[in-house]
């Protein structure tokens, strides 16, 4: 048999009888199970996921649910096909021994596999003082029991909610309070809500758009301490600049941190950022080389992206979950050439004080903004951002059908500003710094983050040799 | 004598039954400049760039006059836009923000998200019952004309529901939106001494349905009455609400496609499953199979087959080609549809085929406002057409055609049958 023969019986043999593991039985996971499947995978499937619930959707956690429009169990997501699956849910996988290739399970368990995906996600950042975090009525948000949790408890009408950190899920949960009529504190250490997201000047008519809605916002200020009373349960917060607020429940939106302990010791480049990957989602180890047998997708993915200097990209954005999972699923079955690039425009949407914002591309690259359609006042625009002349992203108000044409800019790196539409042009369409926080400052971690830096700045110093 | 473009003979009437063989010689150019000055667009991809650039206008007003240089041995400026233009704008003559504004107060009314989601739903038992009401009429019989008896009344009933219109006004509109319709025509034959004259009439007719309109509105404005159009007329705040005329120019919009498109659609999709045994014996077997098998008859006979109004407000660079600043620019759906580049096997029907982002209610801010009712309505009537007429057999294929362009659809599609299921 010629190499290219036995080669291509290998790939059949796995792909009739291989054993495919997946990490994480969430959104990226089940489309990459959906995927392997669509893509003519036979062999066995595991999947397994420390939550006890089959996979749901996350994005209505934080707006219909709160709400009380839809249950919090009725959010599962829907199934694209069969997958024919081994589901092991309610069991977290605590350890990866690529040697002998395997996925350690906290019942103690060892699974085998011939090819690993890890799509274990991001949890949410907890208030960082333990007593204080378990006070009764302090919530975070990032499962369906958290979203159950806080729906009830504003549907007990609060006298007040605190929301701690306006990132888009703490301005989400501030739109509800709104819609709810409940009274709402919302404490920002940036200097304006979803400035790690969008920068200082939409951040500016965020800020507006909440205090026209009556929240009581408070930006470059944080929360220092919780108190409770004699039942533990959460009566105040004490503030940096030594004012309190009297709410009996608090919403810590703190931003995510990365599933990653798991994978300590096992020799992947895993870290704060989540797993480096990439462009097919292919796992680096520690030492920048790629791996053969391990994959990521979803939100602890961090991957090189060709638009943004082949900085890594690590999005926690719904698109990026589902495509990063069908490439990984993809190239988990094929060989090269037949690789496939996960190269997705980042694209986010969020909905708050009946404006829905989304945004394409990532505009903390940029450094300066122009409004380029429509009407700041009424809160209907659109807005380029721009870098070294070529546009980078754009976010949009209530003007989300023009999101495709600007997408389609950026990936052409098109010219920034803009060309000018033919209608509707904003009063002034000078472009004017973007005013994103110093990537030093502590701030709401914003959903997509630059995590490599770009070489000409050379701010990276290597160290003397010592002997 | 000047050789004929393919976007020219596309539109001859002749070749009405069947403009695609024409559709793929244009594609060949994806963006055409046509000797007179216009620009056809005929490519998928760069329609759907076009539908999401803001230097796209839709408003006629700002489309350069006259659009089409005088035809041979014809004085006569393009007519089309005039006869429009003479109205007050509506949501598919507007651009933002006017557009934005107008649509997002009729929206809640008519599509009925976000504050009443159900009102199309809602209105499911009624088209049924209309629908069977059109098959029982069949009993008995063993020929009928699927336009007359089937694809029109039901669209048109409902419309007048929806909108607040008497039915009893139907014969009057019907021939204004007729003639108007015939007076239309975007091709060589448009300078012909018999299209002049139509043009005359249609002009008078779309003045008359204006005015039919105007009178409705200000009834309302009296006495409100059921439906969209007095909702309109009635329930806004007094800075929301539009002006007399632009709320006659939409109504008249509304009543106007509520009637035409639908009406195509089903007829061409009764025309197509009977010229396709195969997929509507599988329709009959799988009826599950309606709501995907309704959009892929929408992207194979689309309805609109191709959109006139637009024009660059900038010079535009597109598919190595730039439409300058000021020239029309016809956005070719029809071809769209069938552009192998964007779908597999383009003039294979594939009820069960998968992403198919059809172009067939075009996309971007223009999308077709009326396109949940239409689904619903086509769904119901095709579906219910599939599983009650025993063994239909197309009589005459192809049928006659209507004289429109860009309402393209057959004028009668006569179909023999076994009978009528209960
Ligand atoms: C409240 C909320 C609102 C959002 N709104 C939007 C929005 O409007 N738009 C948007 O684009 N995105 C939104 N997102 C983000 C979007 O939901 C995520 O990008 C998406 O869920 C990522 O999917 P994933 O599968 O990568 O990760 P996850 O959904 O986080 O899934 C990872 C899964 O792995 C499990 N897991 C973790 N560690 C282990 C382990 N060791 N063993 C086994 N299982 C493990 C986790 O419990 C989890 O079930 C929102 C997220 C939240 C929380």
Redesign the interface.
């Known amino acids: 048999m010629t190499l290219r023969a036995t080669v291509e019986e290998l790939v059949r043999e796995f792909r009739a009888n291989g054993r495919i593991v997946i990490v994480g039985a969430s959104l990226a996971g089940l489309r990459a199970a959906e995927t392997l499947r669509a893509e003519g995978f036979t062999g066995s499937l595991t999947i397994i996921g420390d939550e006890p619930y089959e996979p749901y959707d996350r994005p209505p956690l934080s707006k219909q649910v709160l709400k009380g429009w839809v249950p919090a169990d009725h959010t599962k997501l829907p199934r694209m096909r069969e997958v024919d699956a081994d589901w092991r849910l309610g069991v977290a996988a605590t350890g990866l021994d690529r040697d002998t290739k395997q996925v350690r399970l906290a019942d103690g368990e060892q699974v085998p596999y011939d090819r690993l995906l890890i799509a274990t996600g991001t949890r949410a950042r907890q208030w960082p003082n333990p007593s204080e975090a378990a006070l009764y009525g302090v919530h975070t948000i990032r499962s369906r029991d958290d979203a159950a949790q806080l729906q009830k408890a504003l549907a007990e009408s609060p006298s007040r909610v605190l929301v701690i950190g306006a990132g888009f899920i703490g301005s989400e949960v501030a739109s509800v309070c709104r819609e709810l009529d409940i009274p709402v504190t919302v404490v920002e250490r940036g200097s304006a809500p979803l400035v790690g997201a969008l920068g200082g000047v939409i951040g500016e008519i965020a800020a507006q758009m909440q205090r026209e809605h009556g929240v009581d916002l408070r930006c470059g200020l944080g929360v220092s301490s919780l108190e409770g009373d004699s039942g533990g349960h959460v009566r105040r917060a004490h503030l940096s600049d030594g004012t309190t607020v009297d709410a009996d429940v608090v919403v810590a939106s703190l931003g995510s941190i990365r599933n990653v302990e798991w994978l300590e010791g096992s020799g992947l480049a895993a870290g704060f950022w989540g797993v480096g990957c990439d462009a097919g989602g292919r796992a680096f180890d520690i030492n920048g080389v790629v791996t053969d047998s391990i994959y990521v997708a979803g939100d602890v993915a961090r991957a090189p992206h060709v638009l943004y200097e082949y900085q890594f990209l690590a999005m926690e954005h719904w698109d990026n979950a589902v495509l990063g999972a069908e490439v990984a699923a993809h190239n988990m079955v094929n060989l090269e050439p037949n690789y496939r690039p996960h190269l997705l425009l980042p694209g986010f949407w969020s909905g708050q004080f009946g404006v829905n914002i989304k945004s394409v591309g990532v505009p903390p690259f940029g450094d300066e903004i122009v409004f ?4 700041v006042e ?1 809160r ?1 625009f659109a807005a380029a951002y721009g870098h070294g002349g070529r546009i980078v992203a754009a976010v949009t108000f209530d003007h989300g ?2 999101l ?2 600007y997408g ?1 800019l950026i990936e052409q790196s098109g010219p920034f500003p803009p ?6 042009q904003p009063p002034d369409m000078k472009p004017v710094p973007a005013e994103f926080p110093d990537p030093r400052v502590p701030t709401a971690i914003p959903d997509v983050v630059l995590t490599g830096h770009a070489p000409s700045e050379r701010t990276a110093e290597f160290r003397p040799r010592r002997h | 004598m000047v050789e004929e473009t393919p976007w020219q003979q596309a539109l001859r009437y002749a070749n009405r039954a069947n403009p695609y063989p024409f559709y793929e010689e244009l594609r060949r150019t994806p963006v055409a400049r046509q000797p007179d000055g216009t620009y056809v667009v005929s490519t998928y991809q760069e329609i759907v760039a076009l539908l999401h650039d803001p230097r796209v206008s839709s408003d006629v007003r700002k489309l350069p006059v006259p659009v089409a240089a005088p035809a041979e041995g014809s004085a006569e400026a393009e007519p089309i836009t005039e006869a429009v233009i003479s109205l007050e704008p509506n949501i598919i003559t507007q651009d933002p923000p006017e557009h934005d504004r107008d649509r997002r107060m009729m929206t809640p009314r008519f599509v009925g998200p976000p504050h009443s989601p159900h009102l199309i739903s809602d209105l499911e038992p009624e088209i049924r019952r209309i629908v069977d009401g059109l098959l029982d009429n069949m009993q008995g019989k063993t020929r009928f004309d699927a336009v007359d008896e089937f694809a029109y009344p039901l669209p048109v009933t409902v419309i007048c529901k929806v909108l607040g219109v008497p039915l009893e006004d139907e014969p009057r509109f019907h021939s204004w939106i007729e003639t108007a319709l015939d007076a239309l025509d975007f091709g060589p034959e448009a300078a012909s001494e018999e299209m002049q004259s139509r043009l005359a009439g249609g002009r008078r007719a779309v003045q008359e349905f204006g005015q039919f309109a105007a009178d409705l509105l200000d009834r309302y404005a009296r006495q409100p009455g059921p439906g969209m159009l007095s909702a309109m007329v009635n329930e806004d705040g007094p800075e929301e609400r539009m002006s007399q005329g632009v709320l006659a120019s939409n109504a008249l919009l509304l009543i106007f496609a509520g009637h035409e498109t639908t009406v195509n659609l089903i007829a061409h999709s009764v025309l197509t499953l009977l010229r396709h045994p195969d997929a509507l014996e599988k329709l009959r077997r799988r009826p599950e199979l309606i709501v995907p098998g309704v959009e892929e008859l929408l992207r194979f006979e689309s309805s609109v087959q191709f959109w006139h109004t637009r024009s660059a407000v900038e010079d535009i660079d597109i598919a190595g080609t730039t439409i300058p600043k000021g020239a029309p620019i016809f956005l070719a759906y029809g071809s769209a549809n069938r552009d192998p580049q964007r779908f597999t096997d383009p003039d294979e029907l594939d009820l069960e085929r998968c992403d198919n982002q059809h172009l067939g209610f075009s996309q971007g801010i223009h999308f077709c406002f009326g396109a949940p009712l239409a689904r619903l309505e086509v769904q119901v009537a095709v579906g219910e057409f599939v599983r009650r007429v025993q063994n239909p057999r197309l009589v005459e294929d192809p049928p006659p055609y209507r004289h429109n362009q860009i309402f393209r659809g057959p004028r009668h599609v006569l179909v023999d049958i076994d009978g009528i299921h209960d």
């Open positions: 380029t359609q429509g009407s009424e209907r059908k023009w495709e044409y389609k060309p000018p539409p033919g209608w509707d």
